[in-house]
């Protein structure tokens, strides 16, 4: 469960992110949608610290984030971005492995965990050893998001994670993804700025302008009764 109360972000004299609040349940998928610059990105890089608010306050689990250090909330909290984010030097076993390794699991676990990503996600086990320059985009997607699902995380962060990808192999993915029954369980933040990915995928949308949320609701609500002429034009673009 993700609370976001109030939170503003101000970079210099601009305001980012503005007095926004917002609530995700367990299991929930919120999609965060607007035009570029409207502050998605920031606000999500809040929830797991990249980024530190001017003002307002964010819990996940009803405790706040700033009573732990960016680094050890990042290993509760899976974050996956445009391509994967993967390190290149690193091999896709490695990759999965570098949450479970830090929390001290054994390497029988984190073996056993990665094969039963990979069979999920319909990678080859020939894939192991191989770099992120040896995988097709699709392919690195689905690590990034074996990465951030390993050691099970009850909150995964999504930025534009279909972005970099073909509409055909993104639909394919997306599918593909939003089917396993893990995420399920998993509260998602996704940021995108694609209409139909948004009704696809979401339980609400929040629709974001110029640092604002200008509606918050399930696809149908925002489609049949939008709360603004923005709204509608936003999603008239679908
Ligand atoms: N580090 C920073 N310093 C100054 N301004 C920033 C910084 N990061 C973001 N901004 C500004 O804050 C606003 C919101 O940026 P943000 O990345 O959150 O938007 P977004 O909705 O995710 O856009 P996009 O879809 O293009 O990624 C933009 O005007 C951006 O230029």
Known sequence: MIEVRNVTKQFASHTAVNNVSLS??????LVLLGTSGCGKTTT????????????GSILIDGIDVRRESGPELRRRIGYVIQDGGLFPHYTVAEAIATVPKLLGWEP??????TRELMAKLQLPETALNRYPAELSGGQRQRVGLARALAARPPVVLMDEPFGAL??????HVRRELFGL???????????????SEALELADRIALMNQG????IGPPDELLHNPATDFVKDF????
């Open 24 to 29: 995700v349940a367990r299991g929930e998928t």
């Open 44 to 55: 999500l890089k809040m929830m797991n610290r990249l980024i530190e608010p001017s003002g």
């Open 108 to 113: 029988s676990a984190i073996l056993e965990r």
């Open 166 to 171: 073909d509409p055909f192999t993104r639909r």
């Open 181 to 195: 029954s893990e995420l399920k369980e998993t509260t998602v933040v996704l940021v995108t700025h694609d209409v």
């Open 212 to 215: 604002s949320i200008v509606q």
């Open 235 to 238: 999603l008239d673009l679908y």
